[in-house]
């Protein structure tokens, strides 16, 4: 393929596409931004990427072909210039518990090499160091390859004589039977049944349910029942007397089983519910059963996932665990201050080399703060990534088009730069890359910006502008370009919140990175916390602030991380939460249901007189109960179509054709529409229609005024997206009645937000702070930061450096704060006006 030939596309009609046509230069950094819901996603990841996935999956494999005829073809007329193309997302998690850093960037693997080549092994008895000995092969008939020469090697003790197994790199790998934990099996970790989860409330009695897994899991097994009534008779106790007041020993009895018991004797819950944990295949289950158990460190490895030779191998005073302990600065250091005699240099040069140059690329990319050993599970999306872009820096892939949603999420403006640099590097590297992003230092470095627009929705899909910074500045077309021009302004605050004088406090933080720190939060205000990445923002304020609050207004069974107390509690009434997750899980759920709206006009519907005289009830168009609903896809419209390896596939119902009733339903008229034509209006369609009907217009109002005017009431949960998602929330909080002393709590909120989405999003949060309630966001961007009430730093820096309180105040106090990378962006962001 030429090199330089661009990416073109003809007639792209994904979603809310236009039937758009667009040349993307190859070889270059380029970014596609626009409003949320303009159709940026449409084009860069089920329009490009699909396409591209579809055509190489061909040159992949046998295996990966035969799910070619599954994948849909994206409504395309034609893209040509097309290469190998590979999505880089934040929505692609891995569930994998063996997964860490370490893994993930191979490091560790490398760091394995390393001691298997030049570590020194100490006898797991009595300390002494471990020889390498030769010992004259006896046995004949060994198979070992290396023992052709009549001896063999062996590890023993030079004290004790004891023997070790040989080093090899899988004494290393916890993944591995020959070096994992024996108790963990490699996990650091164990599950176990906790009793306070089975018993939540210890004044119900065994038959009222107060075994909870019982009720979830066997309440409809005899067997089980008749197994227990006939255990409390054999030991004489009560099954109708509250849990509280059961004698320990009857309890144990029931919680491990019948101490006299033989193999059909009767079993403990927690014996049962640990052994169906074990065996069961099922996802569902799993998750299920991990409601009653706890996680607690491995009380033989201590969290280190190895078992005790390996752990006994070192080089100098460390073992591989306590180097992957660190954190990737500190393991950078460490490597260049190795002191290796000539042999040792000579075995490990390579390794080293190829090791340092993975850590400097995820120390370039700003994620030196992360240690190895950290598990992938409980990275953030932005977090894995960055590794993820870091790892393709290695890979020395040329020609590929990458496709990247807004890696600027998490990033504080101190580091966008470092991810800037990471993907001209890429793109140096002779790739395409392309990015959605609305951020403007991202912008200002791309080669190539394309701006989609002009609305959302149905209000979008057309390409406003094409062209370079410089260009769009002067664009007046491109709202885009007017907020970046200066033109149009994100924050327009005047008038701050004086707040209620009241605080919330948490005493002591101590979780992961942070330095026993008090924190108060000012109440009826608008706050942000604000810090580099791995300051430690989500672990004050998700781990410990969040789960405490969900614990005690809520009785949430999440343990809020380390702390000493919280004080005023009684200063708030409710506790909300509003992230980015789905809506909901079916296509059932969608804007309508989930705000509400969806009752009333259902009610509506069986008001009406045509109704009443068949007699149709509030069931009757609900998509929940058999009623009016088709039969076929029980509402949903679509059939899920599951695909081994694949995700799930969704196809349009062949009965209802996606419109979700059946034939009787739809005969029911209001004003000349039927319930699924409603369905399929959009927000600013469904109020003007029904204009004279308040109890749904007012909701549908407040939808426009969050900026989703465009959206289908009845568009599935499953296909809206993060920024989409939360702003439903939003706009169902602000339809509630106040309590004047709700705390919401909101993590980075302007993901997947355009200028003009933030100002709309702002203006909603400012409206739940007038009522006097209390909006706490973690933010990086810096029209948000400057228009709060309130901001309380973390830092100065991420991880072990991090952890501190470094300013709480208003944001004209924080430019003054030398200490403050916040403070110091929000001043030269003032400087600029
Ligand atoms: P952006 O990336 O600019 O935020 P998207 O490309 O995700 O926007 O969405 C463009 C429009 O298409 C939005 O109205 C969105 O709700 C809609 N949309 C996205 N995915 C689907 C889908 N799978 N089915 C139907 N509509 C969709
Ligand atoms: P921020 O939200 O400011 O980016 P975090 O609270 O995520 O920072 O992280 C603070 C520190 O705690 C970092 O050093 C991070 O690596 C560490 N950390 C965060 N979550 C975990 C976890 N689940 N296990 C271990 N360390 C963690
Ligand atoms: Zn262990
Ligand atoms: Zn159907």
Redesign the pocket.
Known sequence: MPKNENIIIKGAKVHNLKNINVEIPRNKLVVITGLSGSGKSSLAFDTIYAEGQRRYAESFSAYARQFLGMMDKPDVDQIDGLSPTISIDQRTLTNNPRSTVGTMSEIYDYLRLLYTRVGTPYCTHCGAKVKKEKIPLKISDDEDRKTNNKYIEIFVCSRCKERFPKIETRLFSFNSPYGACPSCKGLGTKLDVDIDLIIPNKNLSILEGGIQPWTKFFSNQQNYWKQLKDIAQKYKFSLDVPIKDMKTKDLQIILYGDPLKDEDGFKGVVDILQEKYQKTDSNFLRTELEKYMKESLCSLCHGKRLNKEALNVKIGKNSISDIADKNLIDIKKWFEKLNLNKEEEKFSKQIIKEALKRLDSLIDIGLG???LN?SSI?L?GGEAQRIRIANQINSLLTNVIYILDEPSI?LHPRDIEKLINTLKKLRDANNTVIVVEHEEELMKAADYIIDVGPGAGVNGGEIIFKGSYKQILKNKKSLTGRYLNGELKVSQKTNYHKGSGKNIEIIGAKE??LKNINVKFPLGKFICIT?V???????LIIDILGKLLAKLFYRAKAHPGKHKEIKGIKNINKVIRIDQSPIGKTPRSNPATYTGVFTHIRNLFTSLPESKLKGYDAGFFSFNVDGGRCPVCSGEGYTKVEMQFLNDVYVECEACHGKRYNENALEIFYKGKNIADILAMSVEEAMMFFNDISSIYDKLKILNDVGLGYLPLGQSATTLSGGESQRIKLATELSKRSTGKTFYILDEPTTGLHFDDIKKLLNVLNQLVDKGNTVLV?EHNLDVIAQSDWIID?GPD??EK?GELIFSGTPKEIVKNKKSYTGKYLKEKNKKG
């Not at 990445?533 to 672990?539: F, Y």
């Open positions: 703060y992360l240690t950290r409980t953030s998490g992961h990175n810090g990445s791995g300051s430690g923002k989500s672990t973690i973390l991420g991880g991090g």
